[in-house]
Every structure is written in C-alpha cells, then in structure tokens.
C-alpha cells in the first residue's frame, strides 16, 4: 500500500516534470538569442545569383579590364561563388538564400516605390506603407522592429542600429524611439569611450564628404564593428549604401567591388560573433537588400516606381534555428514586409501583436518546430 502511494507520487512528480518542460520549451522555441541584420543598398538579384553579368563589364583599352579579370568565369555559380564568397560558400550552403527567379523563387519589395526610405522602412516596420513615399528627412511615423524590441527589458539598450544613409534617424524615428541609431557622418557616442572609436570619428571629420551625407561603407561597418565587439548588443542592425551610389554613377566595376566588400563584411561579423560567447550558435544572420534596379543596358543604373524589375529582391539567412535548405526553389514569394515579424518571431517574440498590418514570418527559415 505504502509502496503503492510512493509509486502514485512519483509518478505524478514524473508527469509535473514533464509538462513544466513542455512549457518551457514552447514558449522558447528557437536557439537564436541575438539578431545580425544587414543591407547592402540596392544590390540586384541578377548580381547575387548569377555573378558579374558579362555587357556590364567595362572594357579595357588594352589587354583585360581588372574589373573582368576579378569577377568573370563561365559559369554563373561561379561568377557569384566568386562576387560573394561567404554568401556562397556559407550563408547559401549552412542556411537558405531566396530570389532566383531562374528557379522559382522570388523575393520582392511590396511598398511599390522601389527606392530607398520605403524600402528600408517595409523591412524596419513590416509593411509597405504608402504614406512612406520619399527619402526625405521626415520622422517615420511607423513603428519598427528595432524600436519594439528596444522597448522591452531584456532588449533595452542592447540594439545598435548603423546606416551609411544619413537617412537612417529619421527611417528609424531616433527621436521617438531613443535607441542607438549612429548613420552617415555622425560621431559613434554610446557614452563610452575606446580608441577605436576616437580614430573612426576623426576619420569621420577628415574623409573627403564624396556623395554629400553617405561615407564610403568601410568606415560605417568599421563604427558597427567597433560597437559590436565592444558593447555586444543583442541586436545589430547594418545598412550599407556603396552598392546603389556606384550603379547610379554609372560604375559597374566599382558596384561588382562594394557587393564584394559588403559580403566581406557579413563574413567578418559572422566570424567575430561565432568566437565570442554572446553569439556563438546562437545568434541568426539575415542579408538582404532595399530595392533591386532595372535590366542591362541601361536601367542597371536605377530604380523606382517606372524601373521594370526594382521590386525584385533577395534575402538570406543563417543561424541555429534555419534548416540548410540552401538556395531555395520553387517556393512561395517572400517579401520585405516579412522580415521584421520573421527576425522578432527567431526571438521568441510577437512583433504583430504590436505592428498588426506586419507581414507574416517566413516559416521556412524557422525550423522545423514551426513547420
Ligand atoms: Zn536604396
């Protein structure tokens, strides 16, 4: 009878135990406890899936032009392998990668201007609203991603947004949300003090000002870097803009060199974040982009409202929690405006509960728990 009783009672610590571990692991589905999001402004699709395209390439008065001589091969795995090394050889292989439309998959804005502000705001906040209609210095008055989770205890603080754009105050509504947002030209001031952040505000002041409010993209990775290892924020946010300035100066070569450096720079991060203790296998990286641009000969150079073919983006990830589906084909369309909820749904949380008109996560990319 005793032994009985014992029995009942253990059996039933057992069924406590165990029901206390489902909850647990509902309401913590995923790994992914930090978010590296990055932008390169305005990178085609055709570049990230098929490599340099060869009438783009300038030609050389004599001999070959250095331009095709880095980037040209035969084959197009191999002109992108070749652009974007560590979306190829990583992002694409241990993660998924989606918008070759040559197989399937397509992946767009939908805010339906296809330049830059709206675009970046459709990713920020989750949807393509049409009151965002211009890239001037208006204070967006959508909420955004960044900010929601900025707003909450175990995020406060610990979200570091960066943009080459001068844009990015106001795309992020700085003055609303009070968060880290450091963009163009301004001095890096988190309150803190290091030398590295001396040197990249001195060089700030004393680099040639080339396209008005947007500095070369090294020294805005190099200020997000800085911040990273330093103050190892949960979330980084990283906007580059070298990848649309060169194309709208007519500069194929030097847009095949800042895609090539912006890949570089998602690969320093994704290096530096799996040696530390914060971030390694448990943090998710997404790569995408604004805006694509229109069709060689000519519309390559831009993009908008009247450019065929500048709805058309991409979008990549890599993380504990993302399969290894690889390049995706023949797959539903994704859009911009899914992203927000998608990166907020890695961390367990809801951002539709507070944006309701925000696109819905992209399940493919959160593992099979979601499926
Ligand atoms: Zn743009």
Redesign the pocket.
């Known amino acids: 009878m005793k032994s009985t009783r014992v029995l009942i009672g253990l059996l039933t610590l057992a069924l406590c135990m165990a029901m206390a571990f489902h909850a647990t692991a509902q309401e913590k589905k995923f790994k992914t406890e930090n978010i590296i999001f990055v932008m390169t ?2 990178l085609r699709w055709q570049e990230v899936f098929q490599g340099a395209e060869e009438s783009l390439l300038p030609e050389a008065k004599s001999g070959i032009h250095p331009s095709r001589a880095a980037y040209w091969r035969d084959t197009p795995e191999e002109r992108r392998e070749i652009l974007m090394p560590f979306t190829w050889k990583v992002m694409a292989k241990e993660g998924q990668i989606f918008g070759n439309q040559n197989k399937g998959s397509v992946s767009q804005v939908s805010n339906g201007y296809n ?3 709206p ?2 705001s459709e990713v920020a906040c989750g949807y393509g609203f049409r009151d965002v209609d211009s890239n001037n210095k208006i204070y967006n008055p959508h909420l955004n991603v960044f900010e929601f989770l900025n707003n909450m205890p175990a995020y406060k603080d610990k979200v570091g947004c960066f943009g080459a ?1 001068e844009l990015f105050p106001w795309i992020l509504n700085r003055e609303r949300s009070g968060m880290l947002v450091n963009a163009g030209y301004e001095p890096l001031d988190t309150g803190k003090s290091f030398p590295e952040y001396e040197l990249l505000n001195r060089m700030k002041k004393e680099t040639t000002h080339y396209w008005g409010g947007e500095p070369f993209d090294s020294i805005t990775f190099e200020t997000a870097y800085a911040y990273f290892k330093r103050e190892q924020p949960r979330v980084l946010f990283l906007a580059l ?1 070298e990848t ?1 300035e060169w194309p709208h100066g007519g500069r194929y070569d030097l847009y095949l060199d800042a895609a090539r450096q912006a890949d570089n720079a998602v690969r320093y991060l994704w290096e530096t974040a799996q040696s530390l203790d914060q971030y390694r296998d448990k943090t998710t990286l997404i790569f995408t ?3 694509g641009r229109g069709y060689a000969p000519l519309e390559w150079k831009s ?1 908008g409202e009247d450019v065929a073919n500048s709805e058309n983006t991409w979008m990549a990830f890599l993380g504990p929690d993302t399969e290894p589906l690889g390049e995706r084909e023949k797959v539903e369309r994704v859009t911009a405006s899914q992203l927000a909820a998608t990166m907020a749904a890695f961390l367990g949380e809801d951002f539709r509960a507070a944006a309701p008109e925000a696109g819905k996560p992209i399940d493919d990319v959160l593992g099979s728990t979601n499926n």
Request: charged share 20%; glycine share 22%.
């Open positions: 402004d305005g330049f830059s502000y675009g970046f754009w803009g649309d982009t604004d805006h993009h």
